[in-house]
């Protein structure tokens, strides 16, 4: 139990277009889900915190405006990477929490390439 | 300010012994702690986790010790598998105020051979 699937695994696109990732609790109700990001060789940095129904809540130095999260079901948060460039590559993961459940459970991350 | 620290970056043992992968905090809020096993493109997979109400937990081949006068744990992994290879992250949270966000140390790769 406890999966949380994240598509796509692998993007490649040019600077400037945006790029919507999807994680999905497959098998339980996530009221909060995470988004962070790990650059290479270093530790998973927290970018937002996400409850269904509300707004994010984003940490210092995230900018909110050019990483949208949208938390509109109990099993489903995207995070849409506005106007990438190439300092936006880097591997994002998200992660769900169910209702007074810990540990969070993490999807398998996604590669960003931006060109 | 890293708030958890792994200091070892990798650690290399041989299959059957034991592996011992540290962690260090300075946040005293922290009252909750886990463990995270995460291979090469892959998202991290929960292992084990420690209330500080508790100074050991075990499950299978895995134990957790918490020193919270030292702010100080550490994760036992005997006897140690091949398929153990990984990096290990400590996380950290404040259970009660911050909605269980995690605070993740820089990992430690681990390497067992056979």
């Known amino acids: 139990g406890a999966v949380v699937s994240q598509h796509p695994s692998w993007v490649i696109c040019k600077s400037g277009t945006s790029v919507k990732i999807e994680c999905r609790s497959l098998d339980f109700q996530a009221t909060t889900m995470f988004w962070y990001r790990q650059f290479p060789k270093q530790s998973l940095m927290l970018m937002a915190t996400?409850?269904?129904?509300?707004?994010?809540?984003?940490e210092q130095g995230v900018e909110k405006d050019k990483f949208l999260i949208n938390h509109a079901s109990l099993t489903l948060s995207t995070l849409t990477v506005t106007s990438a460039h190439p300092e936006d590559s880097s591997f994002y993961i998200c992660?769900?929490?169910?209702?007074?459940?810990?540990?969070?459970?993490f999807g398998d991350g996604t590669r960003l390439s931006i060109l | 300010d890293q708030q958890v620290k792994q200091n070892s970056p990798s650690l290399s043992v041989q299959e059957g012994r034991i592996s011992i992968l540290n962690c260090d905090y300075t946040n005293s809020m922290f009252d909750y702690f886990l463990w995270y096993k995460k291979y090469p493109a892959e998202g991290p997979t929960f292992l084990i986790s420690?209330?500080?109400?508790?100074d050991k937990n075990e499950d299978g081949r895995f134990t957790v010790f918490l020193n919270k006068s030292a702010k100080h744990l550490s994760l036992h992994i005997v006897p140690s598998q091949p398929g153990d290879s990984a990096v290990y992250f400590c996380?950290?949270?404040?259970?009660?105020?911050?909605?269980?966000?995690?605070?993740f140390g820089e990992g430690t790769q681990l390497t067992v051979n056979p």
């Open positions: 996380a950290a949270s404040e259970e009660e105020t911050s909605g269980s966000r995690l605070t």
């Open positions: 996400s409850n269904e129904g509300s707004k994010a809540t984003y």
């Open positions: 992660s769900a929490r169910g209702f007074y459940d810990q540990p969070q459970h």
């Open positions: 420690i209330s500080s109400i508790k």
